[in-house]
Each structure stands twice: as C-alpha cells, then as structure tokens.
C-alpha cells in the first residue's frame, strides 16, 4: 500500500469514529426527569441545611449534600398565584398583564413551562396545589392545565385538621405508575404547608418541639412564648412537606429514576407571618433552594452564592429538555437557565453576571377602596435592599378597616394588634402594618432584617440614587408599565373570584363577609392614624 494511501485510510477511519463518537454522545444524552417541589410560605433561612437546628428537613438537606445548596435564591413577588406565575412562564409579574396580580385571570398569550414540556413528550402532572389562587383560563380552545394533570385523590387522615388530606407521596407514586416507559416526566409536588392556617401548640404536643429551642426571634415580631409557639408550628408544617419530599426521594430510587431525575426543592414566597408574606424585604422574597441530579452535579454539595431568579426556573427546565425556546411557543423569557450553575465544579461565585435581583408587587389581597393594589418596585444587591413604593398614601398591608387582609391572621398578627391597642407600643405595628415612606434603603449586611430604613441618610445618598437608577433602567428594558406612566392597568384587572371584587366598597356598606384567612379581631373599624 503507498503512502498516500495508508494516509487516506487513516483519515478516513478517523473521521468514521469522530463521527461514530459524536453520534453516540448526542445519543448518550437522555432527558432528564423534573420533580419540582414547592412549598406554600416558607422564608430562606429555615430549612437544615441553612444551618437551623430547630426545624429538621432531611429531605431538603439530602438534596443539598448530593448536589447544590443557592444562598440567594429569591422570588420577584411574594404572594402565591404571581410567584408561580413568574414560575411558569419565566417572565417577572410586571411583565404578565392580569398575572401579575393575585387572584387573577390567567393570560392565554402566556404559555407555561409545563404546558410546552407536556407538548415535546413528557408526562405531567401535579398534586396538591398547582398554580393559584385564579382562573387558568382556556389554551387553544382547551381548559388550561397550568402544572399539568392533577394527581390529588388518594388522601390520608393529616396529624391536623389543618394539614391537607391530600397524600403528595402516594399520589407521586400513582404517577411514576401510570407513566409511559421509556417516557421522561415532569411533576409540581405542591404542598399547601406551612400555609396556615395551624392547630397552635402542635409543634410543641405533636413534635415534641420546645420555645426554648428557637435560637432567634426576628427583631420585628416581639419575643414571647405566643410568638414562639406560633413558630413552632409553623416549623411543624415545615417538616410535613419534607417528610412528603423524602416519601418522593425514595419512590424515585425504588423505580431507578432517581439518578436522572432533576429534583428542585423551594418555596413560592415567604413565610406567612406579619412583615414577610405579601411584602418585599428579606424574609418576603429570599427562599430556600436545593438541586440535585445524580452524578450529573459536579462537586456535589457546593454552596452557590449567586443570585438565582423564579425567571430561572422556566429556560432552565426548557434547557434541560432540549426544547428550544425560541420556537417552543413560550413567551420571551427574563431568566436565564441555570444549567450551566449544574455543569460547572465551581462553588460561590460562578457567574459575576448574577449580581442582584428585581422586586416587586402590584396588588395582592382586597382590603383597599376600588381593589387597590400597594405597587413596589425593588433591587437587591449583596449589600443593599432599595425599595421605591409608588403609592405611599396606602396602606402596605391592607386598610385596617378591613383587618390588613395581606397578612394572614395568626397569633403572631394578634399580639402585634394587640401591644398597640393595649399597651400603646406602636414599634411593631409600624414595622408590619403602618404606611411607609417613598424610599426605603437598608444596608443588609448591617440589618439584615431590614429595620433601619436609611433612604434619608445623607452618607447614603449616591448608593440610593445609584440603585434606583439601575432599578429603573432594567425595569424598562422590561417594559414595566410603571415606567411609562401606564400603572394604574394594574388595578382595572378583575379579580377572577367575584366575591373579592370590589370587596372594601361592599364590606364598608356593611355587607357580611367571612373571608376566611384573618382573625374576627383584625377588623380595626374604628382605628385613628
């Protein structure tokens, strides 16, 4: 054989098995499985692995150790139907019409994430609560399954009334039953806990739990035994939706999906107690959130410092399928996927471009004249929390007329009423209930609770200006309409449940509502500012 030709055959079997390699790592990929669990008001700090010793959530903590633990992962609005919207869709709640609203009608122009999976071969579904509280509203002429087929009958008898009856595992397994072989899934375990409303002293009676256990009281609740107690069971409902997620894990490794299945634990919006739920400071928007993905995480257990968005969540899970999304039928997406946070081996820092988030909320509950909402607008950054509220005139968490109804009632909101009604101490009230100025500023680093409002500080001046500038421009970049003059479309939206709609109006008529979620003593109906 010549030499010209020995080289031609050796060219040519080099490419046959550059070609043979390529092809077989196109096929050596196969998409992933996606559990997403999702708790119903949990704030950042209190699951295990954070570091917390009086709430136990092995669950959480495993996924944490077998892949990654986000120290800065935050939902632009904390209330539950625009926290899964941003979910859903991957666009922030000022860029989803009506979505950005609690209680809202469901754009048809917004695909969600899950709809597109179900339609490019996985099989859906969900149990316990999906997206809401709304109307889904109809797709392509079809009722709209937003987190896909609902698997929620088979029930058990709860450690409390207040707990769901709802059995997420045994309706998990119902669904790894009837799914397709060969098929990738997707599944939405949403818990309705730590949701209130809780049987109080069942973390102490059902869990053994002590008030002498809790290693911090924020500094904006007072500390006593009501407020301790009301912790304990909040962190009692904690640990139910983690015992659910282990009951998952280990359905998954039963069946040998576990070690391709992309498990992502989190919580829709903070806890639901006063100053947290339904607002905008730390314990509002900064959640927990572990990943794993078998062997796929590199350096398993790393912490990742980066700031993650809800917006993520969407192209990330497009990204793992393999869905382009240009052309999925997803609107354009804010986020960013998160893929390549798996895929490195770096811890902390990996991405200098994930420096800040964006905050926000329109209108949450009823409780204001003509279903007002209470409009901000923020920007974390690792030091600083800048907040700007459109309409200070209105009260933040609801009219006290109608009982403040975005907070929850709780033994917590009750002792905070009843220190300003009883005692005159106005500290607390002021920090959970009272109007708020223009511009808030808080250094986190010094306060991270965010109690010391510093937007009127001379030496803060630049940073606040500096950051409402960044605010601002992103904001229009993103077509806020609160930027353009064009807010109050907020507030025209309907509520989807007719008994909301114009509520302060009729409530204020004297027409008889029982609305469910607060206390019959929150109604301050002759309260003087």
């Not at 989803?96 to 609690?102: G, S």
């Not at 998160?338 to 811890?347: G, S, V």
């Not at 005692?423 to 009272?434: T, V």
């Not at 223009?438 to 250094?443: A, C, I, M, P, T």
Request: charged share 25%.
């Amino acid at each position: 054989m010549t030499a010209q030709k020995s080289l031609f055959l050796i060219c040519f079997l080099s490419c046959c098995l550059l070609f043979s390699c390529q092809e077989k790592k196109v096929e050596s990929y196969r998409r992933p499985n996606i559990l997403f669990a999702i708790a119903d008001d949990l704030s950042y700090p209190h699951m295990g692995a954070y570091g917390i010793d009086w709430i136990q959530t092995p669950a959480f903590d495993r996924v944490a150790k077998e892949g990654l633990l986000f120290s800065r992962a935050y939902t632009p609005n904390s209330k539950c139907s625009p926290s899964r919207s941003i979910i859903l869709t991957g666009r922030n709640s000022w860029q989803l019409e009506e979505a950005a609203n609690h209680v809202p009608f469901f754009p048809e122009k917004f695909a969600s994430h899950v709809e597109i999976l179900g339609e490019n071969g996985y099989f859906t579904g969900f149990t316990g609560k999906g997206w809401a509280p709304g109307d889904p509203g109809q797709r392509n002429g079809n009722p709209r399954m937003l987190t896909g087929p609902r698997y929620s009958d088979i029930q058990l008898d709860p450690p409390t009334e207040q707990i769901s009856k709802i059995d997420y595992g045994a309706n998990f397994k119902h669904f790894l039953d009837e799914k397709p072989e060969e098929t990738p899934f997707y599944f939405w375990y949403g818990s309705t806990e730590p949701h209130r409303a809780y049987a109080y002293g069942s973390g102490a009676e059902l869990a053994g739990k002590s008030i002498d256990s809790i290693d911090h009281v924020p500094a904006f609740w007072p500390d006593n035994d009501s407020v301790r107690n009301d912790l304990l069971d909040y962190a009692f409902e904690v640990e139910y939706f983690d015992q659910h997620l282990m009951t998952m894990l280990e359905e998954l490794e039963k069946s040998g999906e576990l070690e391709n299945t992309v498990v992502v634990v989190t919580a829709d919006n903070g806890m639901p107690f006063p100053r947290v739920k339904g607002q905008a400071y730390e314990y509002s928007n900064h959640l927990p959130l572990a990943v794993m993905w078998g062997k796929n995480i590199q350096n398993p257990g790393r912490v990742i410092d980066d700031f993650v968005n809800f917006t993520d969540f969407a192209p990330t899970f497009l990204d793992l399928a393999k869905i382009n999304p240009d052309s999925s039928g997803m609107a354009p997406m804010t986020g960013k996927s998160l893929l390549p946070i798996f895929l490195t081996e770096k811890a902390g820092k990996t991405d200098p471009s994930r420096n800040a988030v964006l905050i926000g909320k329109e209108r949450h509950d009823i409780g204001r004249p003509d279903d007002q909402g209470y409009p901000i607008r923020g920007i974390v950054t690792e030091e600083f929390t800048y907040i700007h509220n459109f309409e200070p005139d209105r009260w933040p968490a609801g009219n006290p007329e109608t009982g403040y109804l975005n907070t929850d009632g709780s033994p917590t909101k009750t002792v905070i009423l009843n220190q300003r009604r009883v005692e005159d101490n106005r500290h607390f009230w002021n920090l959970s209930f009272g109007k708020r100025p223009q511009e808030e500023l808080y250094d986190r680093q010094k306060d991270p609770e965010c109690i010391q409002n510093l937007a009127l500080h001379p030496e803060y001046q630049a940073i606040k200006e500096n950051l409402k500038e960044e605010l601002f421009r992103q904001l229009k970049a993103q077509e806020d309409p609160r930027m353009f003059g064009n807010g109050d479309v907020f507030d025209s939206y309907e509520y989807a449940q007719e008994s909301q709609k114009d509520f302060y109006n009729r409530f204020m008529q004297g027409e008889s509502f029982n609305t469910g979620w607060v206390n019959d003593t929150d109604y301050e109906t002759d309260f003087k500012e």
